[in-house]
């Protein structure tokens, strides 16, 4: 019996340990989905390519094909049916304008698709640092007030023994109330963090202990005007911006197009007929004019569209620049436990009152968050660098 049970806790204790152990990014990284911004890209490319599709050889869309029959009602033949077979074929006389969406296709696609996985992986390492920083500020606040709970007892028992005010006790509630708000607050913004996390992979459902980033990697050297216009970001841009070009130009020649040929063979009694010419579809008044006004005002909008998009990017670039170089380069979070522990005895001995101890403590505990948020911060801006610029690994 004793083998069993043996073996039985040491499964025990495997599984508590292997509960305990902190998911690490690369984890999270293994049982990634796919990102939104990938199925959005695939969503356009498909697009464009069905558009190809539709276009395809010398068709303007699908043939037409249509069958009729009907019995003859002669009295020369009496019992026999007629039949007919008829085809339209819409015609597309621009082939040029589809080649040159698909020679632009086939060079966007590999910059989008880099592009949706850059922005993928800055949205999962974002996910991460924001579940990772949201718990442990959650941390923080929950020894927080453990403490001024603590307080709270020390303050109660020296005013009941005469050594202090009672106001004494009404600071210290004061805070314990505003501790206990803090906590909430912290409890729910872990929480988002957390189903923002299992949104973008498979971890477990319930909260469960990250690893720490790790240490800050050395920041690369850089030219970053040399560098912005290599950025595969702003390629993919630049291609999309094509892209739209060439799609709306297609558009308007599918439109334009009126020409259809047709044929039809037809069986009538003992006689067979056969018919092969071209018809065309006439527009009605403006209705050419209107779709060149409509392409062109599609195709400025798309270009002001990419102007934006670039400029928002360069900014963004700048910013993240700019920002990396007045941030810190602390990777390390102060322990204050031991000065806490110091404050707590002299607030026991009676040394330190509740008024003089309590703003000691929220000193200390607004450093320790403003390191991790540093850290955060430092973590968040190398992730964003290297999204944005090509040969950077932070």
Known sequence: MRLPLCGALLCLQALQAAAQTPITYDIIQAKARPAPEQWRT?????????????????????????FQAGPRRSPSAPGSTDKGFEVDLPLFLSPRLRQDLETSLGKA??????AAQR??????????LDAWLATRLLTLRETDRATVAGWLKVAKARVEAGADPAF??????????????????????????????VALTEVPEKATPLADPGPLPARPAMDLDQQFKESPLRKALVAQAELEA????????????????????AQEGDEKVTRIGMAVRLPRPGESEAIRRSTEAQ????????????????????????????????????DFTQALGAVSLRLEEGRERP????PIRRQLLEAQMASLRQIYTQHL??????TLLPEVKP
């Open 119 to 128: 922005e993928g992986a800055l949205r999962l390492r974002r996910a991460y």
């Open 168 to 197: 004494q006790v009404a600071l210290v509630e004061g805070e314990s109330l505003k501790v206990q708000l803090e906590w909430n607050e912290a409890q729910l913004q872990a929480l988002q963090a957390w189903s923002a996390l």
């Open 109 to 114: 696609h590999p910059m989008l698709k880099e």
């Open 355 to 358: 008024s003089e101890a309590l």
């Open 246 to 265: 060439r799609s709306l130009r297609l558009q308007e020649a599918q439109s334009l197009s009126r020409w259809s040929l047709r044929g039809s063979h």
């Open 381 to 386: 801006l190398l992730a964003e660098l290297q």
């Open 42 to 66: 695939e969503s356009l490319l498909a697009e464009h390519h069905l558009r190809l599709q539709e276009s395809r050889g010398f068709l303007r869309e699908g043939p037409t094909l249509s």
């Open 299 to 334: 195709l400025r909008v798309r270009q002001g569209e990419a102007r934006q998009a670039l400029a928002d990017l360069e900014a963004r670039c700048q910013g993240v620049f700019t920002q990396l170089q007045n941030a810190g380069s602390s990777d390390k979070v102060p």
